[in-house]
């Protein structure tokens, strides 16, 4: 089966966002909002194996402070904070204090070159996702991807595999037709259970242990060219259609 599109998660995946940039800006929200809260490197890390930023605020505050997690306003609370927090954020951005990973701008415009369609299926809030390309694409990046699955466009988050059905109905593509392009677990679990073939590319918070199901396992997409994510996925789906 031929390979029609290219699925790209975002934090880690196309840039390392997580330590220098999302950490940092939820860092200064809480000074902002008087809170006595730092999550460092190693904290961070931790909190990642919950996705989703107001779903990480509310994991944290449970963590911290029970009883207010437990107040009826608690939810509505972390939104806000959630919202001061990707507002830093975007200005980070702006000010480039983030850009992609090595190799990720090439197959980006040979996939495009190769007339390969591609998307976004990312948890995180769609305004970041907007600015990472704005800053680092201009004005052509919102015409690279075709479909921008982001944020709270379905209700559960990876590792569920919502994200992903939901990019590929729009695109009306099957699960085989796509290769998806990951850097956690989470986001692995997520394309496997949605039938998509899964290519994991290690960023700063993945770890490295042993992730099972990818098609292959990279430090970095430094030097690959697009004939290898072609022949990685046609060894994946030649290898389910086997197992069938």
């Known amino acids: 089966m031929t390979l029609k599109a290219l699925l790209w998660d975002v934090d880690g995946t196309l840039a390392e966002t997580e330590d220098q940039g999302h950490r940092v800006a939820f860092n200064l929200a809480f000074k902002e909002a008087g809170l006595r809260w730092r999550w460092d490197s190693e904290l961070y890390g ?12 509310m994991a944290w505050l449970q963590r911290v402070d029970p009883t207010a997690a437990a107040a ?5 609370r972390m939104a806000r904070l959630h919202e001061r927090k990707t507002a830093i954020y975007v200005d980070l951005l702006t000010r480039r204090a983030v850009g992609f990973r ?3 701008a090439r197959l980006l415009d040979d996939a495009q070159a190769a007339g390969l369609r591609q998307a ?4 995180t809030t769609p305004a970041n996702v907007t600015q990472l390309i704005d800053v680092t694409l201009g004005g052509r990046g919102h015409r690279l991807f075709e479909v921008v ?4 466009a379905v209700p559960k988050k990876k590792p569920a595999p919502d994200i992903y059905r ?3 109905e729009r695109m009306r593509l099957a699960p085989h037709e796509c290769l998806a392009i990951e850097d956690s677990r989470m986001g692995v679990e997520a394309a496997v259970a949605a039938g998509v073939p899964v290519l994991l590319v290690r960023s700063r918070y993945t770890g490295t242990a ?6 292959g396992d990279l430090p970095s997409l430094e030097g690959v060219r697009l004939q290898q994510l072609r022949d990685w996925h046609a060894q994946a789906v030649q290898g389910s259609a086997a197992a069938a």
Do not use: M, N, Y
Not at 46 to 56: A, I, N
Not at 72 to 76: G, K, S
């Open 46 to 57: 931790d909190l990642l194996k919950v996705t989703g930023g107001k779903e990480r605020l």
């Open 210 to 215: 042993t992730i099972p199901g990818t098609v």
């Open 120 to 123: 976004i299926a990312t948890t």
């Open 72 to 76: 009826p306003d608690a939810p509505a």
């Open 149 to 152: 699955g982001a944020g709270d």
């Open 166 to 168: 939901w990019v590929l």
């Open 102 to 104: 090595p190799g990720v």
